[in-house]
C-alpha cells in the first residue's frame, strides 16, 4: 500500500503538516516510521497519553483480558471494573472528592463538568482564564482563552455566558510587568463576580497552561483564587487533563498549591494510550435523584473497559513511584535547559514543575517577542534528528518537553542532546533575521 498516497486521498486530517510522519509501532519512549526510522518522543503522543511508555505491556495485557470479557454494557448498569477504578481513584484524589464520572476523552470530560456544575448550581454562566484550553468542542471552544483555538471557525462562534478573565502568568502577565500584578488579576475575577451576583456557576483554570506554552501563575494567585470562588459559592472546577498523575511530581498539580478543587478534569494520562476522560466531584454537592435523571449521556461512559486501562496505569503509577521519576527527571531537564540560556539569549524563560517543562524562545528577552518563524522550522529540524517535538502557546514559540515518565535513561539523555542542537538552530534562525552576531548572555540569567 502506499501510505503516503492514501493518506491524503482519504484520510481528513486536523493539523496535518508536509513533514508529518507515519507511524508504524512503538514501544516506550521510541516510535518507528514505515521505513524502520526510530524517533525518540518528547510530547508522551498527543502531550500525554503515553505517560507510562507507548505501548506499555501491563496496559496492553489489561486492555485484552477486559476485551475479552466484557469490553461494553448499557449505561443504566454498572460493571466490577468501572466500581474498582471509581473506588480506586477516590483514594488518590485531592480531599474531599469521591464521585467518578468517567468517559473517553478529556474534552468529553470537561464538557460533563461543566454541564454538572450548571445542573447543581442552578446558574449558566462560566468562567475561564486567557490562555485557558479546554477541549475544542462547540461548547468547550468557549471557554478557551487562545485566539487560535476559534479564529478557524467561521465567525468564532462561543456561547455567550462563557467568557474569560486575566490569568496571572508570570512571565507574560496580561495586566502588566509588575510584580504584584497576579493582585489585579484577583481583583478582576472578583469584579466579575460582583457584577454578576448569583449567575456564574464555575470558575475552570487549568493549574499550568498546557497548550498555552506551559504558562503558570503567581504562587499567591492560587490560593487567592480559592478564596474569592468561596465567598462567591462559586465551584472551581482544576482541569488537570495534561498535568494530573504525575507528570508534575506530585500525584496533582493542584498539590504543589494546596488546591482543593470541587470538580477535578483528568485525562490523557490515565487510560495510559487507550482514550478516557474523568471528572471527580464531592459527593455532598450531587441532588438527591440526580443520578437517575439524564443530566448527561453518553455511549461510552463508565464502560469497562477504559476502567480497565485506568487501572493498569494506576498500578504502574504506585510500582514505579513515577511522581518521584517525574521530579527526578524534571530536575535534570529543567537544569539543562536554564544552563542553555545562559549560553543562548534566545531562550526567554524555562518553566514548569517535574516533567512538564516549557522553553519559551525569543527574539528578544526585552520585549519577549517570540521566535515564532524559527520555531516552525526547527520543528522540520527535529523530525530530521528523530525527534518528536511540539512548540505550544498561541505564537508557536514555546517548546514544550514531557516525554514519557517511564523513558530510560540513555533515551532521556538523547533528548536532551539533540534538544540542546533544537536551541542552537533557534539561536542561528534569529540571529540570521537580526544580522547581527549573537548577543552576549548575562552571566546571572537563571542563576
Request: hydrophobic letters at 40%; one cysteine or more; aromatic letters at 8%.
Amino acid at each position: 500500500m502506499d501510505y503516503q498516497a492514501n493518506a491524503r486521498e482519504y484520510v481528513l486530517h486536523a493539523l496535518r503538516r508536509d513533514r508529518s510522519v507515519i507511524f508504524a509501532r512503538a514501544e516506550g519512549s521510541r516510535l518507528w516510521d514505515i521505513h524502520g526510522k526510530v524517533y525518540l518522543d518528547t510530547m508522551s503522543g498527543s502531550a500525554g497519553p503515553a505517560m507510562v511508555g507507548h505501548a506499555n505491556p501491563q496496559v496492553a495485557a489489561a486492555v485484552a483480558r477486559q476485551m475479552a470479557t466484557l469490553p461494553s454494557v448499557n449505561i443504566v448498569h454498572d460493571s466490577v471494573p468501572v466500581i474498582e477504578f471509581c473506588t480506586r481513584i477516590a483514594g488518590i484524589a485531592p480531599a474531599g472528592l469521591s464521585k467518578t464520572f468517567l468517559c473517553v476523552g478529556g474534552g468529553e470530560a470537561v464538557e460533563a463538568a461543566i454541564k454538572f456544575a450548571m445542573r447543581i448550581t442552578g446558574r449558566t454562566e462560566v468562567l475561564s482564564l486567557s490562555g485557558a484550553y479546554h477541549g475544542q468542542s462547540l461548547a468547550t471552544m468557549g471557554l478557551g482563552g487562545m485566539s487560535t483555538s476559534r479564529t478557524w471557525m467561521p465567525s468564532a462562534p462561543r456561547w455567550p455566558n462563557f467568557r474569560q478573565i486575566p490569568s496571572a502568568d508570570t512571565y507574560r502577565p496580561p495586566l502588566g510587568e509588575d510584580p504584584n500584578s497576579w493582585r489585579a488579576a484577583v481583583h478582576a475575577l472578583e469584579t466579575e463576580l460582583n457584577a454578576s451576583p448569583g449567575q456564574v456557576a464555575a470558575l475552570i483554570m487549568e493549574v499550568v497552561q498546557g497548550p498555552n506554552g506551559h504558562t503558570v501563575n503567581s504562587p499567591h494567585y492560587y490560593q487567592e483564587v480559592q478564596r474569592v470562588c468561596r465567598e462567591h459559592d462559586v465551584l472551581l472546577i482544576v482541569d488537570e487533563i495534561q498535568t494530573g498523575l504525575c507528570r508534575c511530581g506530585t500525584t496533582w498539580a493542584c498539590d504543589l498549591y494546596k488546591m482543593q478543587p470541587y470538580i477535578l478534569v483528568v485525562g490523557k494520562a490515565l487510560g495510559g494510550g487507550v482514550p478516557i476522560g474523568a471528572f471527580i466531584t464531592r459527593k455532598s454537592l450531587i441532588p438527591e435523584g440526580l443520578e437517575s435523571e439524564a443530566w448527561h449521556m453518553l455511549t461510552f461512559m463508565n464502560q469497562p473497559l477504559s476502567a480497565a486501562a485506568g487501572l493498569a496505569v494506576l498500578d504502574i503509577v504506585e510500582e514505579q513511584k513515577l511522581a518521584e521519576r517525574a521530579k527526578t527527571l524534571g530536575s535534570l531537564a529543567t537544569e539543562r535547559f536554564r544552563e542553555l540560556a545562559r549560553r543562548y539569549d534566545v531562550i526567554g524563560d524555562v518553566r514548569g514543575p517535574g516533567l512538564f517543562i516549557g522553553v519559551d524562545f525569543v527574539e528578544n528577552r526585552q520585549t519577549k517577542t517570540p521566535a515564532t518563524a524559527a520555531c516552525r522550522k526547527a520543528w522540520d529540524f527535529a523530525i530530521e534528528r528523530g525527534l518528536v517535538i511540539q512548540f505550544g502557546a498561541a505564537a508557536g514559540n514555546v517548546y514544550k518537553f514531557k516525554p514519557p515518565l517511564t523513558t530510560p535513561q540513555t533515551d532521556f539523555d538523547r533528548m536532551l542532546e539533540i534538544s540542546e542542537e533544537i536551541v542552537a538552530f533557534i539561536q542561528r534562525e534569529v540571529d540570521e533575521k537580526r544580522r547581527v552576531p549573537s548577543a552576549a548572555v548575562s552571566a546571572t540569567f537563571y542563576q
